[in-house]
């Protein structure tokens, strides 16, 4: 250990200031890198849950079309 | 395809990319005219003492060439890109870069040689003492050709954008630095009375490198853009 | 029938096999950067010149080595997209370019505040800072090129030729910042000559460079993991994955 | 006889919607090949994938048997395409449009003025292009069709902005083109008054759910 109290540890020899400024700064901008990939993959989520209810309307149209026109088949025969 | 064709294409290309500047006098005069204006402005920013002016002169002039390269860069492909003449070139039986090559060089013998002659004027409103005016001339004439090339890329790039000015200026701007280095201590160099010979040595193999390389990235952006 | 989604498929096992790396990579780079940190910051000797402030090193000379590092990935990556068009390597430019960025702006950020208990100035037109500048816009630069195009293969295209074209500069840049630097500056200020460097010094520094180069790689894994998602969003593995059931053709 | 042009299999996908997939096509010598569809159905990036200006997401296109890229500058030769932009530079004159794009063609020994009464723009040689009407224009750009010597024709609407007049004596140059073994691959609105089984038509619907799902 180079430092015999906690009080030393943050003084730095005087350069506490600049050390944990940079310090701090470094684990700011990675930890936005990160925060930012997390929120991306959020909203791509959102994103797919979207486009499955657009699939979902989709398909219950195409299924009462084709109802429709079954019904539409059994009242001519 | 024989050397005699490809000549005549070349030549070509650029008879008619002189041609079409001619008759659109204001795209090549303004550009220069910047030029000239913002070298104005130093003096009246700075104040009018020759020392002060003497110090920046070179610095001066070699970020206005820049900037006036960038300024001019609309010409190179937007209007090819517009009426369909791209597509063209890049269908054309000549090789791309070639072209490419060729539309480089009009743009310099538009906006680059004159640069080198409105360089004693620029000299000579900003007080630079009359050592370095030879070879500031000289930095010109072999660091202009290096700023068409450049910027021929990145006007290549952009030119689907449509609306590339801040951008085009980010992408280049810093390839510029080395360019501004070796003329502006060239300059001082001469000023100081040693030889400058070394630095525009220096410039003239980057140039050469720049000539070399520059065309095929040009007609590498020129595929991507006609996308 | 849908024979032309084979070169799409690769989207899919891209995306597995990086999910295989990942959590390693993620975990090599805590580890290490962690132990690399605390061994510094806490028991490393301080310097007899510059006493605890050369503690910056640690994250300094790392991320400024992995700026540069990612850029040269940057590069390959660029070579990849124009020679042989994979798609993967096109969302890897998506990729790299932000992890670079920011690695360059840490290295920059530390540098300067090193600079200033050094030097008695924030910004100092020391050599390795301006070079290091002169990366950070090269990086905005290809960056902003890459997101202006609506298409995401022709932004990638373009940021790929604007990188090479970067790469071929950047020893000229490097180059002609060093000889600028020793021009105007008679003495130049050395930091650290890293051969002086006692071994209780070099160990925490050799053990946060190996992380960082983790961090670097997972980081950059887990963007291209995210971009891969965004580009295959269509498809049912990419929401099966996201955790939204396809029951597309119900 | 032997395949002029032969496109085997072509999908393309634009910003990220399925325009066309695995669409083959061949046609031999003294063929004409009009793609038909609605606006945005994908008809020019179709035209322009023969072209070589686009590379198709999968698949492969070959002329006289041999690859699009195994000599591009042969492909080049071959080829003539004028897409819907026309290609003339508004600051110049008919004259000089003709006389660079001839030379661009490689073709050497064009009489400029014969052209120009061909396509009717006699009179009109020394007016810069951008003072020509939009139809005018266009003859300018397809002038290059009477001295072209490629044999493939691609043409992305060549018929738009021409009179009556200007579209009879494209039909009539086409007919020329076609019956000295030359193909075309055209796109137009308007129908073709052609007869004979020399006329090929494909289709490319507008997909509405061009999404990309299996």
Known sequence: MAFDSWQELIWMGGYGWYVWLAYGMTFLAIALLTIHGLLTRKKLRQLAVKKQQQQQRIARRKQQERNRSKLADDSTS | ?227 | MWKWLHPYAKGEAAYRLLGHWQPWLSGLALILVSVGVIWGLLYAPADYQQGDSYRIIFIHVPSAMFAMGAYTGLAITAFIVLVWQIRTAEWAIAAIAPVGAVLTFISLFTGAVWGKPMWGTWWEWDARLTSQLILFFLYVGVLALYYAFNDSRTGAKAASILALVGVINVPIIHFSVYWWNSLHQGATITRFGDTLMPSSMKMPLYISILGFMFLTAALIVYRLRNEILKQELHRPWAMAQLGVENDHGV | MSAVIEAKQLTSVRAERLLFSELSFQLQTGEILHVEGPNGAGKSTLLRIIAGLLEPLAGSIHLFGQPQWGDPECWRRQLLFIGHKPAVKAELSALENLHFQATLDGVTNVDAWALLETVGLLGLEDIPAQQLSAGQQRRIALARLWYSQASLWILDEPFTALDTYGIQLLHERFQHHLQQDGVIILTSHQPLTWSGDRLKKIRIEFQDDGELHE
């Open chain 2, 1 to 227: 395809m024989n050397n005699m064709s490809m000549w005549r294409l070349l030549t070509t290309v650029m008879r008619r990319d002189l041609a079409v500047a001619l008759r659109r006098r204001s795209d090549v005069v303004n550009p220069l005219l910047f030029v000239v204006i913002v070298v104005t402005l130093f003096p009246l920013a700075v104040g009018p003492g020759p020392d002060i002016l003497g110090r920046i002169a070179t610095g001066v002039i070699w970020v206005a060439a820049l900037l006036s390269s960038l300024l001019g860069s609309e010409r190179l492909f937007r209007d090819d890109f517009l009426d369909g003449t791209l597509e063209q070139l890049v269908l054309s039986p000549a090789p791309l870069p070639l072209l490419a090559f060729g539309k480089v060089g009009v743009h310099w013998l538009l906006s680059g040689l004159p640069l080198v002659v409105l360089a004693p004027l620029c000299a000579m409103l900003l007080k630079l003492p009359i050592a370095g005016w030879g070879t500031l001339m000289l930095t010109l004439l072999v660091g202009t050709p290096i700023l068409s090339a450049m910027t021929a890329i990145g006007a290549g790039l952009t030119v689907s954008l449509g609306r590339g000015g801040a951008l085009l200026s980010l992408l280049l701007l810093p390839l510029f630095i080395p360019l501004l280095i070796f003329a502006a201590a060239a300059v001082e160099n001469a000023l100081l009375g040693t030889s400058a010979i070394g630095q525009v040595l220096l410039l003239t193999g980057l140039m050469l490198l720049t000539l070399l390389l520059a065309p095929f990235a040009v007609a590498a952006a020129l595929r991507v853009s006609v996308n």
